[in-house]
């Protein structure tokens, strides 16, 4: 049962921008004030990583290292919907992108941790 539905992966050329949408797939799905939704990623051939997660609540942000402020999440909470908004994509940025619901904001970048998961979309970046 799928309970998040991700959408905006799309082929972009290297330096483009996206931006990825997350929202629960039906009325039942909750988005608690004491979550935090995250945003991972898994290219072919690698481990899933972790790209973003924001507090449901306070909108506390936290990112991956390796993103060097190329990428912005946010949400929107009248609509239970997150975004991540990708600019200057590279090649290496290909991956099909999850997002996923977690009780709190602690061990955010631990991707066991999450209760709830979409089934991705797929982000192809050309060179």
């Known amino acids: 049962q799928v309970k998040l539905v991700e959408s905006g992966g799309e082929l972009v050329q290297t330096g483009g921008s996206l931006r990825l949408s997350c929202a629960p797939s039906?009325?039942?799905?909750?988005?608690?004030?004491?979550?935090?939704m995250g945003w991972f990623r898994q290219a072919p051939g690698k481990e899933r990583e972790f790209v973003a997660g924001?507090?449901?609540?306070?909108?506390?942000?936290f990112y991956a290292d390796f993103l060097k402020g190329r990428f912005t999440i946010s949400r929107d909470a009248a609509k239970d919907t997150v975004y991540l908004l990708m600019n200057n994509l590279k090649p290496e940025d290909t991956a099909v992108y999850y997002c996923?619901?977690?009780?709190?904001?602690?061990?955010?970048?631990?991707?066991?941790?999450?209760?709830?998961w979409g089934q991705g979309t797929q982000v192809t970046v050309s060179s």
């Open positions: 996923a619901r977690k009780s709190d904001k602690y061990s955010y970048s631990d991707g066991s941790k999450y209760d709830s």
């Open positions: 039906g009325r039942d799905f909750v988005i608690y004030s004491s979550n935090l």
């Open positions: 924001i507090t449901w609540r306070n909108n506390e942000k």
